[in-house]
């Protein structure tokens, strides 16, 4: 599987944005889906994360209210709409792939990553 995410960019504080993670394969609806972030000088951390079928979703306490992902079996793509952002969202944002469907939060346990997009939000 190959993730390219794109829909990064810089806004001000309470702004809005969506990320799109397009992947390749056939096999795309098999996968749980995360999305996960890293600022500079800090760990890789969740943001959010659904399953395979898009009935479960996770989402780190932070973005709790504010983020909602989601995705798209038909096109074989995940989102991840952001609203009321704030200057501690700021980081390059990856997507990430796991086999079996389930919910999976721990980013050493997903199995394919993309490309990350940068987020920059200003006060």
């Known amino acids: 599987v190959q993730l390219q995410a794109s829909g990064g960019g810089s806004v001000q504080a309470g702004g809005s944005l969506r990320l799109s993670c397009a992947a390749s394969?056939?096999?795309?609806?098999?996968?749980?889906m995360g999305w996960f972030r890293q600022a500079p000088g800090k760990e890789r951390e969740i943001v959010a994360a659904?399953?395979?079928?898009?009935?479960?979703?996770y989402y780190a306490d932070s973005v709790k209210g504010r983020f909602t992902i989601s995705r798209d079996n038909a096109k074989n793509t995940v989102y991840l709409q952001m609203n009321t952002l704030k200057p501690e969202d700021t980081a390059v944002y990856y997507c990430?792939?796991?086999?079996?469907?389930?919910?999976?939060?721990?980013?050493?346990?997903?199995?394919?990553w993309g490309k990350g997009t940068q987020v920059t939000v200003s006060s």
């Open positions: 990430a792939a796991a086999r079996g469907g389930g919910i999976v939060t721990n980013p050493w346990s997903m199995d394919y």
């Open positions: 394969g056939r096999t795309f609806s098999s996968y749980a």
């Open positions: 659904i399953n395979w079928s898009g009935g479960s979703t």
